[in-house]
């Protein structure tokens, strides 16, 4: 059973995380993921979840206890945006290579600088190599259905990994939209208890958890941990399996949106993607094959997948809201790309730089970007790669 309602992807969040009731949230406030510690605080005083909150001095701390806690065998979370996250690059990196299963809810804003508190995934992108599970949500529905699968993911003994669940900044963090909110009890059953195999606190079993590795062995473990970054995309697949069968509702690696018979595809992620899906159907009824791939799951990064997926049309549109500053595109592209030549599929690929520090992404850019992918495919038009959309200079529009 659900319930409707309406919610900001913020109290969408912290509703998922009520309903899980964590063990420990330390959490430090940072715009504009602010209003989740908030709202779990709140939820706290009122007696609706006995998770142990604990404020703390900076974001590098929040980290560093939800680490412990973790350690200690507590099933454990915080949440942040931007310089919050890479106040805490370097506990990042520990959680992941200490094999934690903890949950992050990030809410996508621009790193500075300059200094700008709107959406782009120039955090989450900075982070995607730190060994933690990325997954975005379009929604407000979304950040909450991805939420509570998150524990099972990350729990899982394959994968054993730190998760963040990614929404995008005011857009979908603030914006109140319909939702509908699974039962308590049905959420409860679905995550189940958290009962680690290993952890300090087991005074029966004593352990050392982050100990100095030694040339010998370091290797290995970074190993250990890409196989099970591997392992997590058949269990992302198995969990979203179970919450659609329980709930209705369900996400794979990524959403396919009228692309069966699409020439041309654009490939996004975020909350965009409803700009471009609007798009995609205002130009089928003009008789346009066109669709959109909406990039749910960026780690574990499904590149054979999406080769698959992409290797009927004739050409992609990478949209990336990051900057890399290589020269040529993002990370999407990068990883897109090269996806695409390991699995011998010669495409038409364009890269795209849209949405940075909040700029406006409308249905109209999305027209003209197809448009020119026609070209592109039917005239050869030579293209800039890697170009600016809606940027205030002549020669970009």
């Given at each position: 059973?659900?319930?409707?309602?309406?919610?900001?992807?913020?109290?969408?969040?912290?509703?998922?995380?009520?309903?899980?009731?964590?063990?420990?949230?330390?959490?430090?406030?940072?715009t504009p993921s602010t209003e989740i510690p908030q709202l779990v605080s709140t939820y706290i005083a009122n007696g609706e979840m006995d998770t142990e909150?604990?404020?703390?001095?900076?974001?590098?701390?929040?980290?560093?206890?939800?680490?412990?806690?973790?350690?200690?065998?507590?099933?454990?979370?915080?949440?942040?945006?931007?310089?919050?996250?890479?106040?805490?690059?370097?506990?990042?990196?520990?959680?992941?290579?200490?094999?934690?299963?903890?949950?992050?809810?990030?809410?996508?804003?621009?790193?500075?600088?300059?200094?700008?508190?709107?959406?782009?995934?120039?955090?989450?992108?900075?982070?995607?190599?730190?060994?933690?599970?990325?997954?975005?949500?379009?929604?407000?529905?979304?950040?909450?259905?991805?939420?509570?699968?998150?524990?099972?993911?990350?729990?899982?003994?394959?994968?054993?990994?730190?998760?963040?669940?990614?929404?995008?900044?005011?857009?979908?963090?603030?914006?109140?939209?319909?939702?509908?909110?699974?039962?308590?009890?049905?959420?409860?059953?679905?995550?189940?208890?958290?009962?680690?195999?290993?952890?300090?606190?087991?005074?029966?079993?004593?352990?050392?958890?982050?100990?100095?590795?030694?040339?010998?062995?370091?290797?290995?473990?970074?190993?250990?941990?890409?196989?099970?970054?591997?392992n997590s995309k058949e269990v992302i697949i198995e969990v979203a399996k179970k919450y659609k069968e329980k709930f209705g509702r369900g996400f794979e690696?990524?959403?396919?949106?009228?692309?069966?018979?699409?020439?041309?595809?654009?490939?996004?992620?975020?909350?965009?993607?409803?700009?471009?899906?609007?798009?995609?159907?205002?130009?089928?009824?003009?008789?346009?094959?066109?669709?959109?791939?909406?990039?749910?799951?960026?780690?574990?990064?499904?590149?054979?997948?999406?080769?698959?997926?992409?290797?009927?049309?004739?050409?992609?549109?990478?949209?990336?809201?990051?900057?890399?500053?290589?020269?040529?595109?993002?990370?999407?592209?990068?990883?897109?790309?090269?996806?695409?030549?390991?699995?011998?599929?010669?495409?038409?690929?364009?890269?795209?730089?849209?949405?940075?520090?909040?700029?406006?992404?409308?249905?109209?850019?999305?027209?003209s970007i197809f448009d020119e992918l026609k070209d592109v495919d039917l005239n050869n038009k030579k293209v800039k790669q890697h170009r600016y959309i809606?940027?205030?200079?002549?020669?970009?529009?």
């Amino acid at each position: 059973m659900s319930k409707k309602d309406r919610m900001s992807g913020n109290e969408a969040v912290a509703y998922a995380i009520r309903q899980i009731n964590p063990d420990v949230m330390p959490a430090f406030p940072i715009t504009p993921s602010t209003e989740i510690p908030q709202l779990v605080s709140t939820y706290i005083a009122n007696g609706e979840m006995d998770t142990e909150f604990i404020p703390v001095e900076s974001e590098h701390s929040s980290m560093s206890a939800t680490v412990g806690a973790e350690a200690a065998g507590a099933r454990s979370l915080t949440a942040t945006s931007s310089c919050g996250l890479a106040l805490m690059w370097e506990e990042l990196l520990i959680a992941a290579s200490n094999r934690m299963p903890c949950a992050l809810a990030l809410v996508n804003r621009t790193l500075s600088g300059p200094i700008n508190i709107n959406c782009d995934h120039s955090d989450g992108m900075g982070a995607r190599d730190t060994g933690w599970i990325q997954i975005y949500a379009e929604t407000n529905q979304e950040a909450y259905d991805n939420f509570i699968q998150a524990y099972p993911i990350a729990e899982d003994k394959r994968v054993h990994l730190p998760i963040m669940i990614c929404q995008d900044g005011f857009i979908t963090s603030h914006a109140v939209q319909n939702i509908e909110l699974n039962e308590d009890q049905d959420v409860k059953d679905f995550v189940g208890e958290y009962n680690p195999e290993e952890y300090l606190l087991n005074t029966g079993n004593p352990i050392a958890i982050g100990p100095y590795s030694i040339s010998n062995y370091a290797m290995e473990a970074r190993k250990a941990q890409e196989m099970a970054m591997e392992n997590s995309k058949e269990v992302i697949i198995e969990v979203a399996k179970k919450y659609k069968e329980k709930f209705g509702r369900g996400f794979e690696l990524f959403e396919e949106y009228r692309t069966a018979d699409a020439d041309y595809i654009m490939l996004i992620m975020g909350s965009a993607a409803g700009t471009a899906k609007q798009a995609v159907d205002d130009l089928r009824e003009k008789g346009y094959k066109v669709g959109v791939l909406k990039l749910r799951v960026f780690r574990p990064f499904p590149a054979d997948e999406i080769a698959k997926a992409l290797s009927n049309c004739k050409a992609v549109a990478i949209m990336e809201r990051t900057e890399s500053y290589n020269g040529h595109g993002g990370p999407l592209a990068s990883e897109v790309r090269a996806g695409l030549f390991e699995n011998g599929i010669n495409i038409k690929a364009v890269c795209y730089t849209y949405g940075l520090a909040g700029r406006d992404f409308t249905v109209e850019h999305v027209y003209s970007i197809f448009d020119e992918l026609k070209d592109v495919d039917l005239n050869n038009k030579k293209v800039k790669q890697h170009r600016y959309i809606n940027l205030r200079t002549k020669e970009e529009n």
